[in-house]
């Protein structure tokens, strides 16, 4: 079992930060990439941002030099601090997690998937 929970949405006007955090729990043995999503009603979810084991990055175009995406892997979390928020920003946010994980002498990989966490950016 292996959870994603995010937090740090809300509500904020335009030009402004948030900073929204996603821990990974679970019977975890390595995670390889992890990253960020979002999803406006309508639309296909698309990539915001990724960060591999390694530090390999790579955004979404519509948020390069604005977003920043970081992992904690001590704490197998993964953080993206958002500046200069805009109104096209807003959408659910989704974490995702490659991970490797253990069950007994058994290991399996799988990708994972937060519940979303809401970004809304109006004034």
């Known amino acids: 079992q292996v959870d994603l929970v995010e937090s740090g949405g809300g509500l904020v006007q335009p030009g402004g930060s948030l900073r929204l955090s996603c821990a990974v729990s679970?019977?975890?043995?390595?995670?390889?990439?992890m990253g960020w999503y979002r999803q406006v009603p309508g639309k296909q979810r698309e990539l915001v941002a990724a960060?591999?084991?390694?530090?390999?990055?790579n955004y979404g175009d519509s948020v390069k030099g604005r977003f920043t995406i970081s992992r904690d892997n001590a704490k197998n979390t993964v953080y993206l601090q958002m500046n200069s928020l805009k109104p096209e920003d807003t959408a659910d946010y989704y974490c995702?997690?490659?991970?490797?994980?253990?069950?007994?002498?058994?290991?399996?990989?799988?990708?994972?998937w937060g519940h979303g966490t809401q970004v809304t950016v109006s004034s």
């Open positions: 995702s997690a490659d991970v490797v994980y253990t069950r007994s002498t058994f290991y399996g990989r799988n990708t994972y």
């Open positions: 960060i591999t084991s390694g530090g390999n990055i």
């Open positions: 679970g019977s975890i043995f390595s995670i390889n990439s």
